[in-house]
């Protein structure tokens, strides 16, 4: 928990601390100075309320329906070692209970409204002279689950008439952080019913079937693929990721690429262009389409094959050494259509086995 004083205005410790390593280190992100300070994100974003933050009341599925307004943004979201941002429009935006989809071609999300327990407006200096806007939300730990960034043709006035509305009463620099909860072992390999869990797989209908198939035998997602074996979730190298993007990138074949966190998932459907590697990261760097995957993060990586009404689904996923999702890769395809051949033929170039260096 941090605490400040009920001054908006007034420097905090903390504020001053955060505001002299921006004055030695002016492209340092948040993220990163939160980790330096020993303190969240959240905390930090907070001791601006007043000044270049605001802070949003009300429901939060209400305010993500007037993105929509905004026009074309980039929506960020990411987990400890993988970011994800994609440009575009906000549309087909539904919810039911604490869940929510926006289903447009561009912005494509699958939102756990539950985790959302803290909202921000942005508007900060930017590096030219410009103003920087964004709607920030974070869980109850002060991890961020989802952010809207505005692009210099996004709509800045309905920007403002969305603070308006949402602007909560109290804009104090005080934000209360929830410990997160400890992690709970996994059951041992040798109380799990194996051949249920693996006959529940086989007879998957839908990919989607699959997390109330972990919960039902009581088993985490990479506990359940180590136990599934070589049949049907074959380790493979750490390094896949880079050959089947360069590979996708070659034969100029649309996939899609998952990234999320207990708040959000959010999926890009296309082509993929530009990669280049820097500084421990494997990068997309298109116009509309950015990723960033810190590499040393992942701790074991898996080809997963799930059966469904339209035949095998074939996927690529990364894991990080806690057996959290990093990413997750698959072809393009809709439902109804079976699996692209030319995927499966580059998946089928990916090493397997226990010895792949994963």
Not at 137 to 146: Q, R, T, W
């Amino acid at each position: 928990m941090h605490a400040a004083s009920a001054t908006p205005l007034a420097h905090t410790p903390l504020r001053e601390r955060w505001l002299g390593l921006r004055t030695q280190r002016p492209h340092l992100r948040a993220r990163d100075g939160a980790r330096e300070l020993g303190v969240t994100e959240l905390e930090l974003l907070a001791t601006h309320c007043g000044d270049t933050v605001t802070r949003l009341a009300g429901d939060f599925s209400d305010i993500l329906k007037e993105v929509a307004t905004l026009g074309r943004v980039m929506a960020l979201t990411r987990n400890e070692y993988c970011v994800h941002e994609r440009k575009g429009l906000y549309r087909n935006l539904s919810f039911r209970g604490g869940m929510g989809l926006a289903l447009g071609e561009e912005i494509d999300l699958r939102l756990f409204m539950r985790q959302w327990a803290h909202g921000f407006a942005v508007e900060e200096p930017g590096r030219e002279g410009d103003v920087r806007r964004s709607l920030q939300f974070f869980d109850a730990h002060g991890d961020a689950v989802h952010k809207v960034h505005l692009l210099p043709q996004s709509d800045a006035a309905a920007f403002s008439a969305l603070i308006g509305r949402f602007a909560a009463e109290d804009q104090s620099t005080w934000v209360e952080i929830e410990a997160r909860p400890a992690s709970q072992p996994e059951t041992s390999d040798a109380l799990i019913d194996v051949a249920g869990l693996m006959a529940g797989w086989d007879a998957l209908r839908d990919v989607h079937d699959f997390h109330d198939l972990l919960k039902r035998f009581g088993v985490s997602r990479t506990q359940a693929l180590r136990l599934a074996g070589p049949a049907r979730a074959p380790r493979t190298a750490n390094t896949a990721h880079s050959t089947l993007l360069e590979a996708a990138r070659d034969a100029a074949l649309p996939i899609m690429v998952f990234v999320g966190n207990a708040g959000c998932i959010q999926i890009h459907t296309g082509e993929v262009l530009n990669l280049k590697r820097v500084d421990g990261w494997y990068n997309v760097l298109d116009s509309d389409f950015n990723l960033h995957l810190f590499e040393a993060g992942i701790a074991h990586s898996h080809i997963v094959r799930k059966p469904t009404v339209d035949g095998i689904i074939t996927s690529v996923e990364l894991f990080d050494a806690q057996g959290l999702p990093m990413a997750a890769f698959f072809g393009k395809r809709k439902p109804g259509h079976p699996e692209n051949p030319a995927w499966r033929e580059i998946v089928a170039t990916l090493p397997t086995g226990m010895d792949t260096g994963a």
